[in-house]
């Protein structure tokens, strides 16, 4: 056996990008969704079609609800999640570096992590009022937790002799952090931002159920309270058009900032 098959052979589980696979899936299963309901096989005001679903949204966008909705989430989603990165952030690198820290933050963070969220939203309409800032805060907790433990790890991943060379120059704490630790642990910095992103869409929408006027939450409480199918999966389509742009807009970032690996 030669050694070019061999190196044919060896690739190691290295994952491919196929960029057309996902674009064809999913016009698959609109295609099939829009045959069964043509054939009459459910209900369109159980599970209207694609095309109204469509329709419903170009109508909502020439009307300009579809922008204030969209504007109201937007709004919510990034406050919240650059609220929560940057607290976790910063926390998972104390935990790591910190002996301190992690004997104090690391059982606390454990701990309160599995706490539905969700379930804090009333408290913090108590504290907080019913405003923007218990949305935000809903958002921002559910952010945090994940990302504060997958820094923490991925500063754990880094190679120690790697810090006690840096120490052995006598560079600066700070030097260390920003230049050897940050970049170091950015995989999983971005591993906590790809769970949290979709952490923080879940509790947009229920936050959103509960006093507010506008955001894609309201729009899906709304349509279902008027039996409104079709406005109700119009909202489900924008959530999950929000999620595939977050996960590639962080995909392409992570690929620019890692491309060292």
Known sequence: MSAREVRLRARGFAPRRLPG?????????????????????????????PSRVLAVLA????????LAHLRASLGRLAGGWAIGMLCG??????????????????PLVSALFPVPKIALLPL?????????????????????????????????????SLI???????LPNRAIVLKVILPGALPGIFAGARISSSIALVLLTAAEMIGAEYGIGALVLQAGHLMRADRLLA????????????GAGLGALERRLLAWR
């Open 59 to 66: 109508e909502m966008a020439l009307s300009g609800e579809l």
């Open 124 to 160: 913090l309409i108590l504290w907080l009022g019913i405003g923007e800032a218990p949305k935000l805060a809903t958002i921002a907790l559910g952010t945090f937790f994940p990302v504060a433990l997958s820094t923490a790890s991925g500063v754990d991943q880094i190679p120690r």
């Open 21 to 49: 696979a996902g674009a064809v899936t999913a016009v698959c299963v609109f295609a099939a969704w829009e045959a069964v309901c043509r054939a009459g096989l459910v209900s369109p005001f159980a599970l209207p079609a």
């Open 164 to 170: 006690r060379m840096a120490q052995s120059f006598d």
């Open 235 to 246: 909202g489900v389509v924008l959530l999950s058009v929000l999620g595939v742009a977050i």
């Open 89 to 106: 952030v910063l926390a998972g690198l104390a935990i790591g570096v910190s002996s301190l820290a992690r004997s104090v933050g690391l």
